[in-house]
């Protein structure tokens, strides 16, 4: 062992959060060829590095032993540099060793179109992926198994013309058989002498052909010796029946036996006339219906279920749920219906799914940051806290690029599954460091099913929470999300680049782009230090946009194809009328809380989740505009 390597282990073993030292001891290691070592170091480091460039440089070194936590590295290098093409390069690489081909074309065209010179340098990882997306399936390939011939005469001469016909399952027995030139025998490596041996085939002398149809058996023979030992067993087993005597007891006989009894004389009852008094006016008053309410009469810290029970004047076909602190119902509503006030949207539901964002977005600081985000987590806890055992639910939570689940489908509200569910929440979004699902560890989910006029490929954020979940089979959707957001249309490099050229973006724009988003990205690491030294919460972004406009730098953003409104909403129509109304279902209802910053006045496409709501079964959206108005709503103080 070389004496730098041990004055690095020296170094680490007292300032374990030094990510430069341990990054050069990983180098280190790895110029040994002890990748194992350094792929070890990396993952024990304490803590995440904040520096993009260093995540990149970890994940290299995670990548041949551990690609999903590479892949999860890269995740975060390109949340905190959108412009980085090393961190989407690593990602492409890590789902590639994940053995994920979409994904690993989605990421590579990323990089290809951030630093054109990673198509040069990285033409295995294309080819790989041109032949591990389904994009380049091609059904007419099918595999071809070779089995070795067992040769029963010489074989021809080397080099020679022999004839083979080759028989496909529609083929006629008149096939022209197909010359080909044989190799030499002695170059074909002959497989093992254990593997199953194919049927022999016969190389006749006057016609030099190989005939490797399958041979028909001769079954003639054994089939008329089994039907005559079969005629024989019957025939020997009907003269032994005939000989055979069955002798039966005579049932015995019937004998009536009666018993006489004395006669008793049973008294007549005493009837005794009962005056029901007529009620006074007072007590007719009282046995007229009344109406109950439950009411609260402060807020309370916690989102309780609002309940509105009326007395039933006639009997009730069903009740609705044994636990009535937590699931109640009224007459004519399915079992383990409950009443749920999600941030001010009053609904109620049976199989009910909440979709919260975990994209930076909803930590910015006119939101309330880190701490409000905390709140909303802890608030939809103690919502299902409040189910019963009739209530299935389940919890989604997506940023951009991932959407995991709670459950792979609905689970009923036991306490145990309520405290699995907080658990599975709690780390969520917890640091700043660790913001987004990638840094979870969370398994990413896709939708199944392929529905118009958006490919499943393409499916992102709110839009593939909304499509999973209904998936589910669910009759509620509750959805907490910072609002419309980007979704790319385009799935090839070809198509963004002709993107490009169509709006006209020149060279001149890239470069002048990427330069702002260097400086804004200096900027703010610089302002995130300083906040970390006193104390403060680090500042979260929604893009690097919003730091080149407060710099005032003057440059034009980059554009990029978008799925527009309309194409989101028929996509949304269309699943509802292919999961639940060709089935003969209910249609769910879909209702939305946009949670804003506090100064927030125009809400970007507001219109757009109102007009989901409203074709999803009168869904409501409520919009809250900062920790204060999530406050109000909840109570908190």
């Known amino acids: 062992m070389s004496a730098s390597i041990f004055e690095l282990q020296n170094h680490l073993s007292t300032h374990p959060e030094?990510?430069?030292?341990?990054?050069?001891?990983?180098?280190?290691?790895?110029?040994?060829?002890?990748?194992?070592?350094?792929?070890?170091?990396?993952?024990?480091?304490?803590?995440t590095s904040a520096a993009p460039e260093l995540l990149v440089r970890a994940g290299r070194h995670l990548l041949p032993i551990h690609p999903e936590e590479a892949l999860q590295y890269a995740t975060l290098a390109m949340q905190a540099n959108e412009?980085?093409?090393?961190?989407?390069?690593?990602?492409?690489?890590?789902?590639?060793?994940?053995?994920?081909?979409?994904?690993?074309?989605?990421?590579?065209?990323?990089?290809?179109q951030l630093?054109?010179?990673?198509?040069?340098?990285?033409?295995?990882?294309?080819?790989?992926?041109?032949?591990?997306?389904?994009?380049f399936v091609s059904k007419a390939t099918v595999p071809v198994k070779l089995q070795v011939l067992r040769r029963e005469h010489s074989m021809p001469a080397r080099d020679a013309a022999v004839a083979v016909a080759v028989l496909a399952?529609?083929?006629?027995?008149?096939?022209?058989?197909?010359?080909?030139?044989?190799?030499?025998?002695?170059?074909?490596?002959?497989?093992?002498?254990?593997?199953?041996?194919?049927?022999?085939?016969?190389?006749?002398?006057?016609?030099?052909?190989?005939?490797?149809?399958?041979?028909?058996?001769?079954?003639?023979?054994?089939?008329?010796?089994?039907?005559?030992?079969?005629?024989?067993?019957?025939?020997?087993?009907?003269?032994?029946?005939?000989?055979?005597?069955?002798?039966?007891?005579?049932?015995?006989?019937?004998?009536?036996?009666?018993?006489?009894?004395?006669?008793?004389?049973?008294?007549?009852p005493e009837t005794k006339k009962i005056v029901v008094p007529q009620p006074t006016p007072a007590t007719a008053a009282v046995a007229r219906p009344t109406t109950s309410a439950m009411?609260?009469?402060?807020?309370?810290?916690?989102?309780?279920?609002?309940?509105?029970?009326?007395?039933?004047?006639?009997?009730?076909?069903?009740?609705?749920?044994?636990?009535?602190?937590?699931s109640f119902s009224v007459a004519f509503q399915p079992k383990g219906t409950v009443q749920v006030n999600f941030f001010g949207i009053k609904s109620k539901g049976r199989r009910i799914a909440f979709l919260i964002e975990a994209e930076r977005y909803m930590l910015t600081d006119p939101k309330g940051g880190i701490p409000a985000y905390q709140i909303v987590k802890e608030e939809i806890a103690s919502m299902i806290g409040k189910f019963g055992v009739s209530t299935a639910f389940n919890v989604l939570m997506f940023d951009h690029f991932h959407l995991s689940a709670f459950s792979e489908k609905l689970v009923p509200g036991?306490?145990?599954?309520?405290?699995?569910?907080?658990?599975?929440?709690?780390?969520?979004?917890?640091?700043?460091?660790?913001?987004?699902?990638?840094?979870?560890?969370?398994p990413p989910l896709k939708a199944a099913q392929e529905i118009e006029p958006i490919?499943?490929?393409?499916?992102?954020?709110?839009?593939?929470?909304?499509?999973?979940?209904?998936?589910?089979?669910?009759?509620?959707?509750?959805?907490?999300?910072?609002?419309?957001?980007?979704?790319a249309r385009w799935e090839t490099k070809e198509e963004y680049e002709k993107y490009l050229k169509d709006v006209r973006w020149t060279d001149r724009d890239e470069k002048a782009w990427v330069e702002a988003v260097t400086k804004a990205n200096a900027w703010l690491k610089k302002e995130n230090e300083e906040r970390k030294a006193k104390g403060v919460p680090q500042r979260v972004i929604r893009s690097m946009g919003e730091i080149i406009a407060e710099m005032g730098i003057q440059v034009r953003h980059k554009p990029g194809p978008n799925i527009d409104a309309e194409e989101r909403e028929k996509q949304v129509i269309n699943a509802i009328r292919a999961i639940y109304s060709s089935q003969g279902k209910t249609k769910p209802q879909i209702n939305f809380v946009?949670?804003?910053?506090?100064?927030?006045?125009?809400?970007?496409?507001?219109?757009?989740?109102?007009?989901?709501?409203?074709?999803?079964?009168?869904?409501?959206?409520?919009?809250?505009?900062?920790?204060?108005?999530?406050k109000n709503v909840t109570g908190r103080k």
């Open 115 to 135: 630093d054109p010179a990673i198509e040069e340098r990285a033409t295995g990882l294309k080819e790989w992926i041109a032949g591990n997306t389904t994009a």
């Open 455 to 487: 490919r499943n490929k393409l499916l992102q954020g709110y839009m593939l929470a909304i499509q999973y979940a209904l998936e589910s089979d669910v009759d509620t959707v509750f959805i907490i999300t910072s609002g419309w957001r980007h979704m």
């Open 594 to 630: 946009l949670f804003v910053g506090k100064d927030e006045k125009n809400i970007p496409m507001q219109e757009h989740f109102e007009e989901i709501g409203s074709r999803a079964r009168g869904g409501k959206v409520r919009v809250l505009q900062g920790m204060a108005a999530l």
């Open 18 to 47: 030094d990510w430069e030292a341990r990054l050069a001891l990983a180098d280190a290691l790895t110029a040994e060829g002890k990748n194992d070592m350094a792929a070890m170091i990396v993952s024990l480091a304490p803590a």
């Open 169 to 268: 399952d529609d083929d006629t027995e008149d096939a022209t058989p197909v010359t080909v030139a044989l190799p030499d025998p002695s170059s074909i490596a002959m497989p093992a002498p254990d593997i199953e041996e194919a049927a022999p085939v016969v190389a006749t002398q006057e016609a030099d052909t190989l005939d490797v149809r399958p041979k028909q058996r001769r079954l003639l023979g054994p089939k008329l010796a089994a039907a005559a030992a079969a005629i024989l067993v019957h025939a020997g087993l009907f003269f032994l029946l005939g000989i055979v005597m069955i002798v039966l007891p005579p049932p015995p006989a019937a004998e009536i036996t009666a018993t006489t009894a004395t006669e008793q004389v049973q008294e007549k």
């Open 414 to 442: 036991t306490t145990a599954n309520v405290n699995m569910m907080r658990d599975w929440l709690y780390p969520v979004n917890r640091e700043f460091e660790k913001i987004g699902l990638a840094a979870t560890k969370y």
């Open 83 to 112: 412009m980085d093409a090393e961190a989407a390069l690593l990602a492409a690489e890590a789902c590639r060793a994940l053995g994920d081909g979409d994904e690993a074309e989605k990421h590579y065209l990323v990089a290809a």
């Open 295 to 326: 009411t609260a009469a402060g807020v309370s810290a916690i989102s309780l279920p609002d309940f509105d029970f009326k007395a039933p004047s006639e009997a009730v076909a069903e009740v609705a749920t044994t636990d009535l602190g937590s």
